[in-house]
């Protein structure tokens, strides 16, 4: 069982960044491809972004590609978000998720633990 928590969202004006973290516990995350979805109010969820297990692929939807980029901290068993030139239609709740695969994939129902989500808003 993999325990996963983020941290790193918040308010932020459009233009800025922010950087999110995916913590594991009881497991380590080198095992594992992990992605990042997101949630707005009223929508479904929705992929951003994906590293395969040995960090050498990664895999980003088209809205985010060239603003945001995902990386692994194995070291510290973390996967990090950074996400750069923010826009208002990036706020979301923002969820990590870790997949018994060594692919980067896009597809939520690869994952299999997810964690409980880091609010990120966006003010224009």
């Known amino acids: 069982q993999v325990q996963l928590v983020e941290s790193g969202g918040g308010l932020v004006q459009a233009g800025g960044s922010l950087r999110l973290s995916c913590a594991a516990s009881?497991?380590?995350?080198?095992?594992?491809?992990m992605g990042w979805f997101r949630q707005a109010l009223g929508k479904e969820r929705e992929f951003v972004a994906a590293?395969?297990?040995?960090?050498?692929?990664?895999y980003y939807a088209d809205s985010v590609k060239g603003r945001f980029t995902i990386s692994r901290a194995d070291a510290n068993n973390m996967v990090l978000l950074q996400m750069n030139s923010l826009k208002p239609e990036d706020t979301a709740v923002y969820y990590c998720?870790?997949?018994?695969?060594?692919?980067?994939?896009?597809?939520?129902?690869?994952?299999?633990?997810w964690g409980q989500g880091t609010q990120v808003t966006v003010s224009s």
């Open positions: 998720a870790a997949a018994i695969l060594p692919i980067a994939t896009p597809h939520p129902g690869h994952y299999n633990y």
């Open positions: 590293i395969s297990r040995s960090g050498g692929n990664t």
């Open positions: 009881g497991r380590t995350l080198s095992n594992y491809a």
